[in-house]
């Protein structure tokens, strides 16, 4: 598959990941199975597209990578974390903000 293929599986997973988060945040309780279904099959396909994106594009494993695979494990955590602690949801906000921030400056000017 060509990497045009990933890059768009990739940012679309993110998309997904990004929406259940937030909606994690203020959803009722019922919806939790569903909420965090839906987070993780994203974020396995966020994480598969990334590592094929890597592949094709011939990149190696150098310091933007592992802050990048931390940001995508903080911002997986947020949905389940979004339901068990309703009275933080603003730094919770805040945190994957935050999250999405590093991993976007990260990808585009790969300091390290």
């Known amino acids: 598959m060509s990497p ?3 890059h768009i599986l990739h940012v679309l997973a ?8 937030f909606y994690a945040f203020a ?7 569903g909420t965090l279904m839906l987070t993780g099959i994203a974020s396995l396909v966020m994480l598969i597209s990334g590592f094929g994106l890597m592949h094709k594009l011939g990149l190696a494993w150098t310091g933007w990578v592992f802050v990048k695979i931390v940001c995508w ?6 949905g389940g974390i979004g339901y068990k ?3 933080a949801v603003g730094a919770l906000k ?5 999250l999405a921030a590093v991993a976007l400056v990260m990808v585009y000017t790969k300091p390290f």
Do not use: M, V
């Open 85 to 87: 602690r309703r009275g």
């Open 73 to 78: 494990l903080g911002l997986s955590a947020l």
């Open 14 to 21: 993110l998309l997904a990941l990004y929406g259940g988060t």
């Open 4 to 6: 045009t293929f990933y």
């Open 27 to 33: 959803a009722p309780a019922e919806t939790r199975k």
């Open 94 to 98: 805040a945190t994957a903000f935050g």
